[in-house]
């Protein structure tokens, strides 16, 4: 599958991190190309779960979690096209810090194209996010 994989070493403790990726209504914050992210159940994030993400474009998709580890990483897909996207979001104790690992994948009759898009367009939308979250965490008082 081809896939786009950006990663950064925040000086924040895991614990953060991961409440700054489960608390979907604050992503437009360190996602400055979302608009809206909003969980589509009435329980917190977890195995199941799907939420609805809308672009500033207005491109809008809906996602469900495949996979889920509280604390460490979760990892959600959405159908667009011919092709899946998987979207894994992983925080790793690193150092007294963390390291933060967003990858998306690509798969199905349209996954060349889609990993042409990601690894022009969506990589650069991946690097801004984590420096932008990177700058939240870092800021914010413990």
Partial sequence: MPAVERSIIID???ERVWEAF???GAWPVWNHHMREVRLLTDVPLAMGSRARI???TGLSSTWEV???SPGRSFT???RLLASR???AHVVQPVNGGSR???RIEAS???ALAASLFLRLSYSRFLDRSLRRLKDSLEGEPS
Avoid: M, R
């Fill in 85 to 87: 996207l998987s979207f």
């Fill in 66 to 68: 495949t996979e889920f």
């Fill in 12 to 14: 924040a403790p895991t």
């Fill in 54 to 56: 809308v672009l500033k």
């Fill in 22 to 24: 489960v608390n979907l």
């Fill in 100 to 102: 933060v690992v967003l």
């Fill in 76 to 78: 959600w897909d959405a």
């Fill in 108 to 110: 199905g009759l349209t």
